[in-house]
DNA sequence: AACGACCTCCGTAGATCTACGGCCTTGGCG
DNA sequence: CGCCAAGGCCGTAGATCTACGGAGGTCGTT
């Protein structure tokens, strides 16, 4: 039960329950749901693992649910199963960014071999998310003028630019840099750029 | 005869004829290749355009191709289509890389949507590409020296712990800093360290 | 030998950044 | 109301960077 979690997805019961016990006896710890929609709804605060889900169900299919964690920025690998699979169909699953797409009846080794697959995507997809977090915190701890002073510092933008741009006093500006460089611990510009960078407040 | 190339790559002639025939008179300037394999010889030098492939052929497939390319750094798009395809063998191809997978028989706009899509893609490598090029070749503008001192300024060393590093006089640092910002033509250090990013030098 | 490219060093002046301390306003709290 | 913390603002002083010019030495090429 201590295994890696996944999130099995599926509207038939009698399926979430074959597949939820194959994967248990696998040591996988597994947590099933009936519908896409039922997942999403606490899939902001999920903890780690693969989800397993059909791509034909009532409500979100699996193929908007791959779309939808996308748009949230969550990066959980996702393995589709479909009964009534069909090329445009794992073409489109695929594309859409799902890990791996595989045809009903499930071959449980073929499964368990794709979920180990995605489980390495879990790994480097969490030591990224657990450094921008860490970056986000210590970017929201400055203050509004903070933020719109990182932004043109981050652009280039001198001092003296700055000032005039908000017409404020060069000293000001660089205090609330001072302030900046301190609470995203930063010591040089171009750390705090990459830091910039990672946030996805400008294009590398 | 002067639209878009396309690189139609097929090991029966039949094909060949009847597919380029199409994709002809929809205005695509067409080669054919009777193999992979003959097209990965003049791949490097080849002009940007979609690349059209079976998947089943002698010698290098389709799949294969699709990782070769990548492996040379060719980021052509390719289109596959298959004859007996199935489901795994089309999850691969996407996985691998192929822009998109279309079952025989092929249907003539399906295939002329799907190389319209890929299309997109080749505007903005090129431009990518290109953008590329001109950043690589400013920086091989640089002397040796100039490089090393590169790497340290968008790295956060400031002149005068460069100069320590190298146990050469603070001026000596800067006026290499200065002949560093003329050659690659950057106004500011957080422009210098984006184009570090953008060559790879460091990692964002 | 003459030349150019490169690396090195130097000085000065002005721009820019960093560090430290002080002033003012706002908004919550006893 | 008085107090205080936080955010925004500003000044002085010292460190750092930029810009402009000048100069000597090495090395490979012509």
Not at 79 to 101: E, N, Q
Not at 143 to 160: M, P
């Amino acid at each position: 039960m201590s295994g890696p979690r996944i999130y099995l997805i599926d509207d038939q019961a009698s399926i979430r329950h074959a597949l939820g016990e194959m994967l248990s006896v696998f040591g996988f710890d597994v947590q099933t749901f009936e519908s896409a929609d039922r997942f999403l709804e606490i899939a902001d605060t999920a903890a780690p693992g693969c989800i397993v889900a059909d791509v034909k169900m009532p409500g979100t299919d699996g193929i908007e649910l791959v779309g939808e964690l996308a748009r949230r920025k969550l990066s959980l690998p996702v393995v589709l199963i479909s009964g009534h699979a069909d090329v445009p169909m794992a073409v489109a699953a695929i594309k859409s960014g799902a890990d791996d797409f595989i045809e009903k009846p499930v071959d449980d080794v073929e499964l368990v071999a794709a979920i180990n697959r995605a489980q390495a995507r879990i790994f480097a997809d969490e030591d990224r998310r657990r450094a921008q977090e860490g970056l986000s915190q210590r970017l929201e701890r400055l203050t509004a003028r903070e933020v719109e002073i990182f932004d043109l510092v981050v652009q280039g933008y001198t001092s003296h630019a700055i000032s005039e741009k908000l017409a404020i006093s060069i000293r000001t500006v660089e205090s609330h840099r001072a302030q900046i460089m301190e609470k995203m611990q930063a010591e040089s510009v171009a750390v705090l750029v990459r830091q910039a960078i990672r946030l996805g407040r400008i294009s590398p």
